[in-house]
């Protein structure tokens, strides 16, 4: 039988050593992984709050060039409105200057007018003289606020009672009047008939108005326009002289003549 030999303690040694290193090597191993692990689960936490402080930046970036958008915007409103403010002002200035201008100009205009229809009164008040002073050598005139009233009854122009035909002595009565007016312009004539008091008011109303017809017709005829000359009939209701007498009545039977300055009472 065959003995194998003993082996001495200290030739089991080295294997010994080889297991603790390879032990150790392992633990080393584990801690470095562990470490490594805490350092990746530490990175990915830190990555993660990298990603959270950027997605805030983003939005708060965003934020910023909403506001800075919004900024734009109301700066380039702010901008245009000034713009119309001061085309606005501009404009206003413009329109104020004009219209003081304009203003100006019709203060003066209006001076200028009132100027010339104050001369133009003048001569019209002196032609009324001149027609008063040379109608009042031929029958009775007055002159009233709105121009010369020329009676045509009595003594100058004779109508029978219940007539209204002309004589020929009236007529050349009226021709002389018409020579003077033809001399004349920018006047009105109005033809007023009357009657005494006898008779209806409405028979005399008639005869009223063909008197102050007759006397029209013929002032037409004496080379007046007709476009000058109106009529109208008052019957016996405005008596020139109260009474009945016979020469209240003569007096009364009658046509005057209102003779209206244009210029005078429109200021032309």
Same mark, same amino acid.
């Given at each position: 039988?065959?003995?194998? $030999?003993?082996?001495?303690?200290? &030739?089991?040694?080295? $294997? ?13 191993? #584990?801690?470095?992984?562990?470490? #490594? ?13 990298? =990603? ?11 934020? @910023?060039?909403?506001?800075? @958008? ?8 702010? &901008? ?12 206003? =200035? ?15 205009? @209006? ?18 003289? +001149?027609? =008063?002073?040379?109608? !009042? ?19 100058? #122009?004779?109508? &029978?009672? /219940?007539?209204?035909? %002309? ?8 021709? +002389?009047?018409? !020579? *003077? %007016? ?10 007023? !008939? ?6 209806? /008011? ?6 009223? &108005? ?6 029209? /017709? ?6 007046? $326009?007709?476009?000058? %000359?109106?009529?109208? !009939? ?7 002289? $109260? ?15 209102? *003779?209206?300055?244009?210029? *005078?009472?429109?200021?032309?």
């Amino acid at each position: 039988m065959t003995t194998l $030999p003993l082996q001495s303690d200290g &030739e089991k040694e080295p $294997p010994r050593r080889g297991s603790k290193a390879i032990i150790a090597l392992l633990i080393g191993l #584990l801690l470095l992984l562990g470490l #490594l692990a805490f350092l990746a689960f530490r990175f990915q936490q830190r990555m993660r709050g990298v =990603e959270r402080s950027v997605a805030a930046l983003s939005v708060k970036a965003e934020d @910023a060039a909403a506001l800075a @958008a919004r900024a734009s915007e109301r700066a380039t409103a702010a &901008e245009a409105a000034a713009q119309t403010a001061a085309l606005g002002r501009q404009v206003a =200035e413009e329109e104020t200057a004009t219209a003081r201008q304009e203003a100006t100009n019709a203060q003066e205009k @209006a001076a200028a007018v009132q100027v010339e229809a104050e001369q133009i009164r003048k001569r019209a008040e002196a032609e009324v003289g +001149r027609l =008063e002073e040379a109608l !009042g050598q031929i029958a009775e005139t007055r002159r009233t606020a709105l121009g010369l009233v020329m009676n045509l009854g009595g003594d100058h #122009l004779k109508f &029978e009672f /219940d007539k209204a035909e %002309l004589r020929p002595e009236d007529k050349e009565l009226l021709s +002389r009047i018409a !020579g *003077i %007016l033809l001399t004349s312009h920018d006047y009105t004539i109005s033809v007023n !008939g009357h009657t005494d008091d006898l008779g209806s /008011d409405a028979y005399n109303q008639k005869l009223s &108005e063909r008197r102050a017809q007759a006397v029209r /017709d013929y002032l037409v005829t004496a080379g007046l $326009p007709e476009s000058i %000359l109106s009529v109208e !009939g008052h019957g016996k209701a405005l008596p020139l002289v $109260p009474g009945s007498s016979d020469r209240a009545r003569a007096q009364n039977r009658r046509v005057e003549l209102g *003779i209206v300055n244009m210029q *005078i009472r429109f200021g032309r």
